[in-house]
């Protein structure tokens, strides 16, 4: 694994182009986007008011669902979440309650390469979004695991 560049997230048209999805669930569509994303209401750590984000789902359990601040961990929603942990998802058509639980490290690391296993292209397009370059290795992609933070959304 190499690191090409600090991630940084998307602004003008890049930004637009992420947000969409949210518009999709305002329109009741979000099941079009299937269980692989998912929309978080939560609360603005300095504003308190409430914000939505459409990520993708790395990992779905029994005990939540697990999702990565792929622009590391000054990442407005990623904060806010650390900040008010209690939030509501959208997955598909259905809506719930969870407290999101950050992970360590390690756990991040053997998600990471679990999600590699599942999604071998889509992991390779994220790492080198997140600006990391991968050889395709499974310790390449727990290398980029365990720098990038995790939480999982668990039932509230």
């Known amino acids: 694994m190499r690191q090409l560049a600090a ?5 003008g048209l890049g930004r ?3 947000r969409l999805p949210i518009l999709l669930y ?5 099941r079009l986007l299937g269980r692989r994303f998912v929309l978080i209401e939560h609360v603005g750590r ?3 008011q409430l914000r939505h984000t459409v990520v993708e789902v790395i990992e779905a359990s029994p005990e939540g669902h697990v999702v990565a601040a792929g622009f590391g961990a000054r990442s407005d929603w990623y904060r806010n979440l650390r900040a008010h942990p209690r939030a509501d998802i959208q997955l ?8 999101a639980v950050p992970l360590p490290a390690a756990a991040g690391a053997e998600l990471m390469a679990r999600y590699a296993q599942r999604h071998p292209f889509a992991a390779r397009r994220l ?6 370059e991968v050889d395709g290795s499974t310790a390449d ?9 995790f939480l999982r959304l668990t039932p509230a």
Do not use: D, E, N
């Open 7 to 11: 991630p940084t997230p998307p602004s």
């Open 16 to 18: 637009l182009l992420f």
């Open 26 to 30: 305002r329109a009741h569509l979000g």
């Open 46 to 48: 300095r504003t308190g």
């Open 92 to 99: 598909g058509g259905q809506r719930r309650a969870v407290t």
């Open 127 to 132: 790492c080198r979004l997140m600006g990391y």
């Open 141 to 149: 992609y727990r290398a980029v695991g365990a720098r990038i933070p």
